[in-house]
């Protein structure tokens, strides 16, 4: 087997790992302060990786720290968002096709913010988005309820935190106040990663420190507690973001970011299996509706990977 198709595998399973994690993380807030959970998960997976880490930590620079502590805040922010998005809902399903909204909207932000230039595909899949959004909200008589709020508020943070953490994990050539031209080092994905998850958790640290009652979480803990929080600590987050790199690494030509749209339908199988939740005919037509968007924003990399798939199975004869 090759490492294209290594890769594209192993994108498989962190796409079943990341859904394992709302899973784990539901299960957790049931027991305990929802941010609480998440200072605990991130700073555990983040102090993992950060031994392993340790001799590249030592070798970042100032800029590339303070670039890679920004990545974190704003990824805290948004696992804030949606932390209390699952803490809020009543559907896994719907809240993970609502999250995946930030990779539709991920190219919006780095056109207006960064002066990217996106192709047509993404302002196609911007109105069906928005029209699975509507559909979902039809459920309440255009009220959306508190949980879609917070997760179309996280999809919007994630992908501005996407955007930064591509730009910071690549090298890259600006243009400073003085006008002159600079080159940003990349920050290395091990490193950058247990910088950015140790950040997520002292942000939803000093949320809860701040917000929630850590009483009768720290004297009457249930046992189950400690299982769901060291699984989506070391399963979840550390063992999803180490095997995603590791699966990037594998090929440059790796078509992962259309196997990582799978994520919010294998939450949706899981939510129904786990927590037997169901969805009615409205959810499910609108759910499916941000999911044409997010292969429709993804269509290049989708015929490509089309293209290779029926190259592979019919390679040119020869005469």
Known sequence: MSDAHKSDLYLVLVTLLAAIGWMLSKEAVLMMPPLMFMAARFLIAGAFLALLALPSLLRLSRDQILRSLGVGFVFGIAMTCWIMGLYHTDSMGE??????????????????????????????????????LALLSLENGFRPDPGQLYFVLAATIFALYFTLNTRAANQRIVVDKQGKTVEKKKVPALPLTAIALLTVGTVTLAESAISERWTHTLTNPEPMLYVWVLASALIATAGRFLLQTYAQSLSV????????????????????????????????????????????????ALSRAIKALMKAKNPPQRG
């Open 95 to 132: 809240g993970a096709f609502l999250t995946s909204l930030g990779v539709v909207i991920v190219p919006i932000i780095a056109r207006t913010v960064f002066g990217e230039q996106q192709p047509l595909s993404t302002w196609l899949a911007i109105p069906i988005a928005v029209a699975g």
């Open 253 to 300: 030509n790796s078509h992962g970011v259309v196997i990582l749209v799978l994520e919010p339908v294998w939450v949706a199988v899981f939510a129904v299996a786990w927590f037997g939740e169901t969805m009615t005919l409205l959810q499910i037509a609108g759910c499916a509706l941000i999911f044409a968007a997010l292969l429709v924003n993804r269509w290049n």
